[in-house]
């Protein structure tokens, strides 16, 4: 089984910023993508960005020039550095991880437990 453990969210004033964490363990032989989506209260889950192994990213329109995703593939670990925050950035974000765990085995997507963002206006 893999895990996924998320931290870094919480409280913060409109205009700072926050860094989220996600690190993932369990029997794992490599993960392709690593990345954050998030929900907010009465809307679909929406994603805010991923990364590949080699490093390439894409993030969603909304978020782009403030939110800086990045990833070290030594501690499966996975990190979403949260600038500029808006009030419409609330919402709790979910980490995920597309893992390899047996190599006769395509990727199985793992998600984080959730943590909650507040931006306060």
């Known amino acids: 089984q893999v895990q996924l453990v998320e931290s870094g969210g919480g409280l913060v004033q409109a205009g700072g910023s926050l860094r989220l964490s996600c690190a993932a363990s369990?029997?794992?032989?490599?993960?392709?993508?690593m990345g954050w989506y998030r929900q907010a209260p009465g809307k679909q889950r929406e994603l805010v960005a991923g990364?590949?192994?080699?490093?390439?990213?894409n993030d969603a329109n909304s978020v782009k020039g403030r939110f800086t995703i990045s990833r070290d593939n030594a501690k499966n670990t996975v990190y979403l550095q949260m600038n500029s925050l808006k009030p419409e950035d609330t919402a709790v974000y979910y980490c995920y991880a597309d893992t390899v765990l047996s190599p006769l085995v395509r990727s199985f997507r793992y998600w984080g437990q959730g943590t909650q963002v507040t931006v306060s206006s």
């Open positions: 369990g029997s794992i032989i490599s993960i392709n993508v």
């Open positions: 990364i590949t192994s080699d490093g390439g990213t």
